[in-house]
């Protein structure tokens, strides 16, 4: 585990400015004081959002690992692959004091590659004010998608749950919103058709959802209609590793948003292909304004936390980029009086995917992309 710091105020021009191939700006390291991060679970599928409920325990979404290798499964060609639906997301629950786990949702849907990585399912997890249990499900495409997989003879049921946000009611996730139907009909950003409700929170008036294929902030009402609290811009213009002496500009991908302590929205960014190192922000949101970058600088982002003191932390899946070789995240924690100032707490993580903070300790979910290699891990907060 390391620790340092890093001013944008000295060096942001060099971390927008980095190679395509996922060169860093050079940090230095030193001891700090924290310990490494423990280890309080293991042996997960996927888990990825994370959050505490009542009594103290903390929940994580696991998006499973697809059809798991079963036979007959309907299966669609991916661009990494064959890409398999199964019933293997869920929803567990975690002692987090003797590093006991016990399922408290199973059968949801999932989405992954044959071998069961890097699968797309249960993505979040966050409890309302009156202390419901919500989760988002994933689905990364077109949801003309759904259509292709019922084709395939996948089970109707598993279908609809792609693309949905839920509540827990007598033990069962119900759908209250249909995320694919509202992308496809209504496309607020207007680029192409794409859907991945992947984390969500709440205002008083709105489950509020980060679509990270639709690149906007979505708010559902309590009746399950959905209308758009915000967009993104795209990135500036870069040159296409892929295809050599054209552009691309990559898509913003707002994938994780939690509301701060001054009620305001915060909206991490992963950033998309070709995955610039130094070029991911996270955007302060008010509903009705304009949305203004609150801290910048960061590679691909996947998940943001408050401290209790009004910091924030910010997680990178990959700190060298997803274009890049390697797969080491970062934590870093962000100084609420100066947002150019980011502290590095942590780089032993290894494609991290969620985050949550509890008085002074960070959870965070690690692992995320080979079925049963998952982890839940604690790091101690100065």
Not at 156 to 170: I, Y
Not at 286 to 291: A, F, H, N, Q, R
Request: hydrophobic share 40%; charged share 20%; with cysteine.
């Amino acid at each position: 585990m390391r620790r340092a710091r890093l001013s944008l105020a000295a060096a942001g021009a060099a971390c927008v400015a980095v190679s395509l191939m996922g060169a860093t700006p050079a940090l230095g390291h030193g001891d700090g004081g924290h310990d490494e991060p423990e280890v309080v679970a293991s042996g997960l599928d996927g888990p990825r959002g994370l959050a505490f409920g009542g009594h103290g325990a903390l929940y994580v979404a696991q998006a499973g690992r697809g059809a798991g290798g079963a036979a007959g499964a309907a299966c669609i060609p991916g661009p990494e692959g064959s890409t398999c639906l199964g019933a293997t997301g869920k929803i567990s629950r975690v002692d987090v004091r003797h590093g006991g786990v016990k399922d408290v949702v199973t059968g949801r849907a999932s989405l992954a590659s044959e071998d069961g990585s890097s699968a797309i399912g249960p993505s979040d997890v966050a409890f309302d004010r009156h202390g419901r249990l919500h989760a988002t499900i994933g689905l990364g495409n077109d949801p003309a998608l759904l259509t292709q997989l019922l084709a395939a003879g996948a089970d109707e049921k598993l279908v609809e749950q792609l693309a949905s946000v839920n509540v827990l009611r007598r033990g069962w996730l119900r759908e209250y919103a249909d995320v694919a139907d509202f992308e496809a009909k209504n496309n607020p950003a207007g680029d192409e058709v794409d859907t991945n409700p992947n984390s969500l929170t709440f205002t008083r008036k709105f489950t509020v959802v980060a679509d990270a294929g639709g690149n906007s902030l979505l708010g559902v009402r309590e009746n399950g209609k959905i209308v758009t609290l915000a967009t993104f811009p795209q990135e500036a213009e870069v040159d296409n590793p892929l295809a050599p002496g054209t552009k691309v500009a990559p898509d913003p991908v707002p994938n994780t948003v939690v509301k701060g302590p001054d009620g305001a929205l915060y909206v991490g960014q992963l950033t998309g292909f070709p995955f610039v190192p130094g070029t991911a922000k996270v955007w302060r949101i008010v509903p009705g304004e304009k949305p203004t970058v609150y801290a910048e600088g960061f590679t691909n982002i996947i998940d943001i936390a408050f401290t209790g003191d009004g910091n924030l932390l910010v997680l990178e899946i990959d700190h060298n980029g997803l274009f890049a070789k390697g797969d080491t995240g970062a934590l870093f924690e962000v100084n609420r009086w100066d947002t150019a100032d980011h502290e590095l707490l942590t780089d032993d993580l290894t494609q991290p995917g969620g985050l949550t903070v509890r008085k002074d300790t960070a959870y965070i979910s690690n692992n995320t992309i080979v079925a049963g290699a998952g982890e839940i891990l604690r790091l101690e907060l100065d």
